[in-house]
Nanobody, 120 residues
Framework: QVQLVESGGGLVQAGGSLRLSCAASGRTVSISTMGWFRQAPGKGREPVAINNWSGGSTWYVNSVKGRFTISRDNAKNTVYLQMNTLKPEDTAVYYC?????????????WGQGTQVTVSS
């Protein structure tokens, strides 16, 4: 099993920045990818940024390209999401998620979520 704990959400004005952190513990050697999803009020959960744990490649949803950056610290088993030039439409609960080796595309593990609110 893998446990994911997020931190770093909050309230920020449009144009501001936040950095989210997600620390993984437990059987981290089994992790294939880690990334961030978000769910805005009344909407479904969508992937935002994904990092391949072994190859290091990254993927971003179009709406955040050029504004968000996913990175990781291998020694700390932690993945970060640096969010710049935030917009009100970025307001959502952000979830850290991970897939395991040999699993499918859907995450096997989820964090508890952290609220990000961007005021206009």
């Amino acid at each position: 099993q893998v446990q994911l704990v997020e931190s770093g959400g909050g309230l920020v004005q449009a144009g501001g920045s936040l950095r989210l952190s997600c620390a993984a513990s437990g059987r981290t050697v089994s992790i294939s990818t880690m990334g961030w999803f978000r769910q805005a009020p009344g909407k479904g959960r969508e992937p935002v940024a994904i990092n391949n744990w072994s190859g290091g490649s990254t993927w971003y949803v179009n709406s955040v390209k050029g504004r968000f950056t996913i990175s990781r610290d291998n020694a700390k088993n932690t993945v970060y999401l640096q969010m710049n030039t935030l917009k009100p439409e970025d307001t959502a609960v952000y979830y850290c998620a991970a897939t395991k080796n040999g699993g499918g595309l859907s995450p096997d593990y989820w964090g508890q979520g952290t609220q990000v609110t961007v005021s206009s």
